[in-house]
């Protein structure tokens, strides 16, 4: 999944990573690594706290109020600012240009029965580690699957 999230993050790092100034172009690669990986990390944590009724709620709400989407936008700013050294504000624009854009096409992607670079039973599998079997069984109904 993190492959996938690699890849959906680049599509979308135009403007708020791979054109920006503040993030040098030897570091674009880097900070889309990093992107992504606060992205997993943060639905990897709100899977495994047992929060999956916050997690099925980002698959029908990935609008800015969502608490989970706001989670990550909060994490993959501080790594913005943290590991290349980019100011705050600078950080808040990348990840207001990038973030809601790239959990929507997430959710897109996931409920398309004609798109498999993202499928629930992956996603789930994915964020349990890939021993999340039983859980897949009881958590898909959360997500309508």
Known sequence: MLDQLILLVKEHAGEAIINNPAIPNEKNEAAISETAGGIFEVLKGQFSGGNADALSGMFKNTGENNPIVGQISSVVQQQLVTKFNVSS?????????????????????????????????????????????????????????
Request: hydrophobic residues 40%.
């Open 89 to 145: 504000p600078q950080a808040a624009q990348m990840v207001q240009q990038m973030i809601p854009i790239v959990m929507q096409r997430l959710v897109k992607k996931t409920n398309d029965p004609n798109d498999n670079s993202f499928n629930m039973d992956g996603i789930l599998s994915s964020l349990g580690g890939g021993k999340a079997d039983d859980l897949l069984n009881s958590v898909k109904g959360l997500f309508g699957k």
